[in-house]
């Protein structure tokens, strides 16, 4: 199959991430079957389209005339079978557990058509474990959004041990046309390449915070205007090139020996899960938060990650 020949797309789940990836492809021009358990979570996940697609218009990414065309390509359902029935792409966004996903995946292998390419969003697990019983090895493909999927340009494209080189370049080609950064990961590993980088720098967070070292807000606000208001412009080894490696080198022989290098998950997360303290979903985490706080929380996340796509990102590809 070549990229003009993919028409129909499916998304199957519209919680956090499958919602916006569903958006992303309606934007791109694509005709979109967006599948969950109950209508209610249907009407769910085309409200947060329609609320972040009037964001969009509000920081002129799109026309108000796009919001409704965009909403026409996007079709609800709770039938699994109708839902992929015709389409040529498939991307599951259901929860992070392998026996879910290898069942669905089977289930996928069983109603899609033969040329379809299926792929998961999974954050960590690998396709090769819970896709190995398809008869389409060649073509199931990992696409690791990151959250909110519909702003955040970058997309992790991982093969497993029998996927297509065609499988990987034609994902990577529809990713490039819906205004995707995708990158590909060479080595299929557990947390491919971000969520290692992220979860190496979580792990210190929360030791520096278990210890007192600062506060949750300084601690946010000085990673923000560090580090982290850099490496929107310039990534950390080109970071390292301008510091200087023998600085690099200086600093990392006097931190690494005193830093956390705990194998166990914080024992202050671990405590607030089994409190059910889980952040925004439940209004308690780190911080507290009302539904309104919310609701303000992510229309200015929002609002800024679009300011910052819009001069980094897609301003670059116009140029």
Known sequence: MRLEDVKDIAVIGGGIMGHGIAQTYAMGGYRVSINDVSDTLLNNALGRIRAN????????????????????????????????????????????????KRKLFNQLDALCPSRTIIASNSSS?????????????????????????????????????????????LVYALLKKVRKMPVRISKEIPGYLVNRIQLAMIREVWYLWEQGIASPEDIDLAVKGSFGFRLSSIGPLLTFDLAGEDTVYAVAKQLLPVISDSHESPLALKKMVEAGELGMKTGKGVFDYSREEWDRIVKQRDKEFLQRLKTLYWSKEQS
């Open 125 to 169: 697990l690998l396709i090769s474990d819970f896709a190995s019983g398809t008869k389409r090895q060649d073509r199931v493909v990992l696409t690791h959004w990151f959250n909110p999927p519909h702003i955040v340009p970058t997309v992790e494209v991982i093969k497993g041990h029998k996927t297509s080189g065609e499988t990987v370049d």
């Open 53 to 100: 697609l009037e964001t969009f218009a509000e920081n002129d990414f799109i026309s108000r005339d796009e919001v409704d065309n965009t909403l026409s390509r996007i079709i609800a359902t709770t039938d699994l079978e109708k839902a992929v029935c015709d389409a040529d792409f498939v991307t599951e966004a259901v929860v992070e557990d392998i026996e879910v």
